[in-house]
């Protein structure tokens, strides 16, 4: 497997800083103006590609 292949793509790695500066998914969507699902399917496939965890998921919920 070529280097080039395992590198993530720069939209990854551009969605990643926004998401661990925001610590949010949701905050980082909004700055990128993207969707908080987008944001979140990029990461887990950024996680996928390296095969490891970069960030611990809490769910808030709404309380409605």
């Given at each position: 497997m070529l280097l080039k292949d395992r590198l993530p793509s720069p939209q990854s790695l551009l969605v990643f800083e926004a998401a661990a500066r925001h610590l949010s998914f949701t905050a980082a969507a909004r700055e990128?103006?993207?969707?908080?699902?987008?944001?979140?399917q990029l990461m887990r496939g950024l996680e996928a590609q390296l095969e490891l965890q970069l960030f611990r998921r809490i769910y808030r919920g709404r309380a409605d």
């Open positions: 990128l103006s993207s969707t908080q699902s987008a944001v979140s």
